[in-house]
């Protein structure tokens, strides 16, 4: 693959948080790199509430999946795709048991038909390698 293969955006998504584009195609299909809840003009994670030191104390999880799926959104049509060509997702949730409910209602807004939906794969984790309670990990078929 060559380098102009790689999407990498400014400014419609939040920069990645290492050395990594935020998406790669091969062939006829785009691999997003882990999309997670901050926002692109401030670096801040949607819905976090945080003490004068920085501390979290509260996340709130609708705020930061919504935050996810703009991102997602914004990757995908800056390589001229949408959520409709999404064929594979696996979602990270730093607390599965409280946060799965609230993050598969809003899943439901976006794919409210599952013969039409990606699929899917939650998974609980300990930690995601930035302060935030949710990250997507998305494939797409893009349209020739």
Same mark, same amino acid.
């Given at each position: 693959?060559?380098?102009?293969?790689? /999407? /990498?955006?400014?400014?419609?998504?939040?920069?990645?948080?290492?050395?990594?584009?935020? =998406?790669?195609?091969?062939?006829? +299909? %785009? +691999?997003?790199?882990?999309? *997670?809840?901050?926002?692109?003009? $401030?670096?801040? !994670?949607? *819905?976090?509430?945080?003490?004068?030191?920085?501390?979290?104390?509260?996340?709130?999880?609708? =705020?930061?999946?919504?935050?996810?799926?703009?991102?997602?959104?914004? #990757?995908? $049509?800056?390589?001229?795709?949408? %959520?409709?060509?999404?064929?594979? #997702? $696996?979602?990270? %949730? @730093?607390?599965?048991?409280?946060?799965?409910?609230?993050?598969?209602?809003?899943?439901?807004?976006?794919?409210?038909?599952?013969?039409?939906?990606?699929?899917? @794969? @939650?998974?609980?984790?300990?930690?995601?390698? @930035?302060?935030?309670?949710?990250?997507?990990?998305? !494939?797409?078929?893009?349209?020739?």
């Amino acid at each position: 693959m060559s380098e102009s293969d790689s /999407i /990498i955006l400014k400014g419609h998504a939040p920069r990645p948080v290492g050395s990594y584009p935020h =998406a790669r195609r091969a062939g006829n +299909l %785009l +691999l997003l790199s882990g999309i *997670g809840p901050r926002d692109p003009d $401030t670096n801040q !994670v949607a *819905g976090d509430v945080r003490d004068a030191d920085g501390k979290l104390l509260s996340y709130d999880i609708e =705020a930061q999946c919504r935050s996810v799926f703009r991102n997602v959104r914004a #990757v995908l $049509t800056a390589a001229g795709a949408g %959520l409709e060509d999404l064929i594979d #997702v $696996t979602v990270y %949730l @730093t607390d599965l048991p409280h946060d799965f409910r609230v993050f598969n209602e809003i899943w439901a807004e976006y794919f409210p038909d599952p013969a039409n939906a990606p699929c899917r @794969t @939650t998974v609980g984790v300990s930690y995601l390698p @930035t302060p935030i309670a949710v990250e997507m990990k998305c !494939v797409a078929v893009l349209k020739s």
